[in-house]
């Protein structure tokens, strides 16, 4: 019986020394989990974005061949490789950007726009695009463009989707690789509007909104 | 016969009896408690090799997801910035600190940064993240409060019991698109019964639970 008992001792003391060391859910801990029979857990398969011996340059996700572009981006249904007006921002085979968007603007796309530019232009111009963006605030950023200012409305569409593309140097990168074509010129559209409400009058607000307006 | 069967074996049985069941709850209890991903990941905090702060750019200076993680509408995985997306601001900002030399290396020369990956899924488990956040799903769900994180840690177990716990009642956790990137969004009282079955209604949601839902 003594023994018994020395024996059931010592399996509560395991049981509590693992306790110990093992500690309670939810604890932060910096190494990796650990994972035991994991072959089917983690495959030899590629996935995006992680490191890869196969691949020359380490990586899973490949960049595109230098000199090559997307046939086609997304559900966007138009051929991204063709100079269109709609693709460059250019008149097809010249240099001179198109006066007007040259895709339909319609209320999705205004919204689109509005949605997208929120995203990725609000942080440094501004909710309602005067360039006093957060950056801006803190002080990170000294010169950022005022999109309401003149030199901003006479330019026209095709520029300001260059610019959101292409960057505007010497402080502006591009967002081609981050804004999809088609939403660039729905936030051309927005831009757009928002220049055209900064120089609205009370007269142009519809009758019921008034109220809502300082 | 006692010389064979000494006195003490009498009281055999009831040792076996109940030292098994001691050990047996013991050992039964351990493994339920440490063998799941609510031990085994949650919690995970790596050390990045770049000290990237979500609270700061996330909360503080109210960057969207988006921003950064700019595919994840439309892919199957949310992508980890390039460092050129980095560079839209660090061209400028901290031009020159050490703390960014990797991502300045990066984006000059094309080097990954050695990110380490907290959100595993198994390979078997096929997650959509396109489907999920445009069918109001929030972030917020499965990476808990990252816009609050200095250092992203695991707070969500992402087991099988953790994924079926929303895909049984999908109406209880969904919200509507607008507020998916903005993870402080609290539901209003009682929004599951109403707006919450209408979306599912509306958007004609059909989570499923059978294997192939997850698994191919």
Not at chain 1, 130 to 151: Q, R, S, Y
Not at chain 2, 195 to 200: P, W, Y
Request: glycine share 8%; with cysteine.
């Amino acid at each position: 019986m003594r023994y018994f008992f020395a024996a059931l001792f010592g399996f509560l003391l395991l049981a509590l020394t693992v306790f110990g060391i093992a500690g309670r859910r939810g604890t932060d801990f910096r190494k990796p989990p650990l994972e035991i029979f994991d072959d089917m857990v983690r495959q030899a398969k590629l996935r995006p974005q992680v490191p890869n011996s196969f691949m020359a340059d380490g990586r899973s996700s490949q960049a595109h061949v230098a000199g090559t572009v997307a046939q086609r981006i997304g559900d966007h249904g138009n051929d991204t490789w063709q100079g269109t007006a709609e693709n460059t921002g250019m008149e097809p085979g010249k240099t001179n950007f198109v006066a007007t968007i040259p895709v339909p603007v319609t209320a999705a796309l205004m919204a689109r726009g509005r949605e997208r530019y929120n995203i990725s232009c609000l942080p440094c111009h501004s909710a309602t695009g005067d360039g006093n963006g957060i950056t801006k605030k803190i002080g990170a950023m000294p010169v950022v463009a005022n999109l309401l200012d003149k030199n901003a409305i006479i330019i026209p569409d095709g520029q300001v989707f260059h610019i959101i593309g292409q960057g505007k140097a010497p402080n502006m990168q591009g967002y081609a690789a981050n804004i999809e074509i088609n939403d660039r010129w729905a936030i051309v559209a927005y831009v757009r509007s928002l220049q055209r409400a900064r120089f609205a009058t009370l007269e142009e607000v519809p009758a019921a909104d008034r109220a809502t307006l300082k | 016969m006692s010389d064979i069967f000494p006195k003490w074996t009498n009281k055999l049985p009831a040792m076996v009896i109940v030292g098994g069941m001691i050990v047996g709850g013991v050992v039964t209890a351990g493994i339920t408690y440490y063998m799941t991903p609510k031990y085994a990941r949650v919690g995970y905090t790596p050390v990045q090799p770049v000290a990237f702060s979500h609270a700061i750019h996330a909360d503080q200076l109210g960057l969207d997801c988006r921003y950064c993680h700019n595919g994840v509408e439309k892919s199957w995985y949310s992508n980890v910035p390039a460092a050129s997306t980095c560079m839209n601001c660090h061209n400028q900002v901290l031009k020159d600190d050490p703390k960014l030399a990797l991502v300045r290396e990066s984006a000059a020369t094309g080097k990954p940064v050695p990110w380490v990956q907290i959100h595993k899924t198994p390979d078997f488990v096929y997650f959509n993240h396109a489907v999920h956040v445009n069918r109001g799903v929030s972030c917020v769900h499965c990476h808990g409060p990252v816009n609050k994180m200095d250092e992203v840690r695991h707070s969500k177990s992402l087991g099988m019991s953790f994924c079926l716990e929303c895909h049984r009642d999908p109406a209880a956790k969904i919200r509507p698109n607008e507020h998916v990137f903005n993870l402080d969004w609290q539901a209003p009282e009682g929004f599951a019964k109403s707006g919450g079955a209408k979306l599912v209604k509306d958007w004609n949601v059909h989570p499923g639970e059978s294997c192939s839902v997850c698994h191919r």
